[in-house]
């Protein structure tokens, strides 16, 4: 009765149209998924089944021409990865509870200026960053929409000074950290902003045991299961708020973009399988603090502006002031985007954890790179949940070009 009962609240929560029920109702009666950890701690979710399937042989399936006027909904879409099993039940709910986060705040954005919801806050965050008053409703919106999905264990927010274990569930461990206003500086002038999410498998490292833990106890068991490299990730993306606004998921299996219909309040599948281009005439920099860069890197970007290449032209400067819309330019036409040590900043100014990992998940997807300098992004270890580090992320061959200047 139970599941029962829950099968329906989910089908009536995402307004299912009658054809989507039918597909979940059938899904929801499938075999259970056989759930394994790889050696990167992330896991594999697929259908248990027998003979020829059991024995690892797999039929091809031919690829449906889509009809001009059939569109995909994101619901439709993570259903059919879940039966695909790409990724397991719960982790659908918590994706699906992240888009309802994002379709709150794209409407709060909208009309930030009509409901005076712009200025600051007369707050700061952990980083000593002042609070834009949006920065606490969208964390709040955020967190509340995690906690309800009933599927999250652990919430990590860059705007809260610790990660803290929902103890409202008993059903879900997944690990969710995110941003809930990138670019918030941007909020008052209505331009670019995002969203930037990361998900790791659950952890049950920290289960807040109230009978014997202290409160102490408790949050440094949460810092230790958030703490891990971003090649454990197990679904990472962020949303576009501007002209469009815009989901941008990767699950393992590439990135794909979902773009928010107005008429019917749903995230439409409008960029399939993205694949950022191998090299790019744009880079973005914040070159106002070019005199306080590395001289290497100094030298990298006079060479950018120097005419060059088949068209005789330099590379185009553009710099938005939002990680969020330089990386989605970047994914759809290619270049980099750079936000380096400096003599005054010594790590960067971007957390590791809340923007970095997830974005540099995304952009290795689409096969693309991203690295600190030195190594590989995904392959730092966290030592603190707010650690800040340089990225330098785009392009393959454009990230190959810098690395060829930093040596």
Same mark, same amino acid.
């Given at each position: 009765m139970a599941e029962t009962t829950t099968f329906l609240s989910t089908a009536i929560s995402h307004h299912l149209s009658p054809s989507q029920f039918r597909l979940f109702a059938r899904h929801e009666t499938q075999q259970p998924y056989n759930i394994t950890r790889k050696p990167n701690s992330s896991f594999s979710c697929q259908a248990i089944s027998s003979g020829a399937a059991a024995a690892g042989a797999t039929t091809p399936t031919p690829k449906k021409k889509k009809n001009r006027y059939e569109i995909e909904n994101l619901t439709t879409w993570l259903l059919k990865q879940e039966q695909a099993g790409h990724i397991d039940a719960e982790l659908t709910i918590v994706l699906s509870s992240i888009s309802l986060a994002c379709k709150q705040i794209a409407s709060l954005l909208a009309r930030s200026s009509i409901v005076n919801l712009t200025g600051a806050q007369g707050t700061m965050n952990i980083q000593g960053e002042d609070q834009k008053k949006l920065d606490v409703i969208s964390n709040e919106l955020f967190c509340n929409c995690l906690r309800s999905s009933g599927r999250t264990g652990i919430i990590a927010s860059e705007e809260e000074d610790v990660p803290v274990a929902v103890e409202e569930t008993n059903s879900g461990n997944y690990i969710v950290v995110f941003d809930p206003i990138d670019g918030s500086a941007n909020i008052d002038i209505a331009l670019t902003t995002g969203s930037i999410f990361g998900i790791y498998a659950p952890d049950e490292q920290c289960l807040v045991d109230y009978d014997n833990?202290?409160?102490?106890?408790?949050? #440094?068991?949460? @810092?230790?299961?958030?703490?891990?490299?971003?090649?454990?990730? !197990?679904?990472? *993306? =962020?949303? !576009?708020?501007?002209?469009?606004?815009? &989901?941008?998921?990767? @699950?393992?299996? *590439?990135?794909?973009? &979902?773009?928010?219909?107005?008429? =019917?309040?749903?995230?439409?599948?409008?960029? #399939?399988?993205?694949? @950022?281009?191998?090299?790019?005439?744009?880079?973005? &920099?914040?070159?106002?603090? &070019?005199?306080?860069?590395?001289?290497?890197?100094?030298?990298?970007?006079?060479?950018?502006?120097?005419? *060059? %290449?088949?068209?005789?032209?330099?590379?185009?400067?553009? =710099?938005?002031?939002? !990680?969020?819309?330089?990386?989605?330019?970047?994914?759809?036409? %290619? *270049? @980099? =985007? %750079?936000?380096?040590d400096n003599e005054k900043a010594k790590n960067g100014n971007l957390r590791l954890l809340y923007e970095c990992a997830p974005m540099s998940y995304l952009v290795e997807q689409a096969g693309g790179k991203a690295i600190d300098g030195v190594q590989r992004i995904l392959d730092i270890e966290p030592k603190q949940v707010h650690q800040r580090t340089p990225i330098f992320i785009g392009s393959p061959d454009e990230i190959d070009k810098l690395v060829s200047y930093l040596a």
């Amino acid at each position: 009765m139970a599941e029962t009962t829950t099968f329906l609240s989910t089908a009536i929560s995402h307004h299912l149209s009658p054809s989507q029920f039918r597909l979940f109702a059938r899904h929801e009666t499938q075999q259970p998924y056989n759930i394994t950890r790889k050696p990167n701690s992330s896991f594999s979710c697929q259908a248990i089944s027998s003979g020829a399937a059991a024995a690892g042989a797999t039929t091809p399936t031919p690829k449906k021409k889509k009809n001009r006027y059939e569109i995909e909904n994101l619901t439709t879409w993570l259903l059919k990865q879940e039966q695909a099993g790409h990724i397991d039940a719960e982790l659908t709910i918590v994706l699906s509870s992240i888009s309802l986060a994002c379709k709150q705040i794209a409407s709060l954005l909208a009309r930030s200026s009509i409901v005076n919801l712009t200025g600051a806050q007369g707050t700061m965050n952990i980083q000593g960053e002042d609070q834009k008053k949006l920065d606490v409703i969208s964390n709040e919106l955020f967190c509340n929409c995690l906690r309800s999905s009933g599927r999250t264990g652990i919430i990590a927010s860059e705007e809260e000074d610790v990660p803290v274990a929902v103890e409202e569930t008993n059903s879900g461990n997944y690990i969710v950290v995110f941003d809930p206003i990138d670019g918030s500086a941007n909020i008052d002038i209505a331009l670019t902003t995002g969203s930037i999410f990361g998900i790791y498998a659950p952890d049950e490292q920290c289960l807040v045991d109230y009978d014997n833990d202290t409160l102490d106890q408790a949050k #440094e068991k949460c @810092i230790v299961s958030v703490c891990q490299p971003g090649s454990n990730l !197990l679904a990472a *993306g =962020y949303c !576009l708020y501007s002209s469009s606004v815009v &989901f941008t998921i990767s @699950i393992g299996n *590439g990135v794909h973009g &979902f773009t928010l219909d107005p008429a =019917y309040g749903e995230f439409v599948l409008t960029h #399939e399988d993205i694949k @950022i281009p191998k090299s790019g005439r744009i880079y973005s &920099f914040n070159e106002g603090n &070019f005199d306080l860069f590395d001289p290497k890197l100094q030298n990298y970007l006079n060479h950018l502006r120097k005419p *060059g %290449g088949p068209a005789g032209k330099p590379y185009s400067g553009r =710099y938005i002031g939002c !990680l969020v819309g330089e990386i989605h330019r970047m994914l759809l036409y %290619g *270049g @980099i =985007y %750079g936000n380096p040590d400096n003599e005054k900043a010594k790590n960067g100014n971007l957390r590791l954890l809340y923007e970095c990992a997830p974005m540099s998940y995304l952009v290795e997807q689409a096969g693309g790179k991203a690295i600190d300098g030195v190594q590989r992004i995904l392959d730092i270890e966290p030592k603190q949940v707010h650690q800040r580090t340089p990225i330098f992320i785009g392009s393959p061959d454009e990230i190959d070009k810098l690395v060829s200047y930093l040596a």
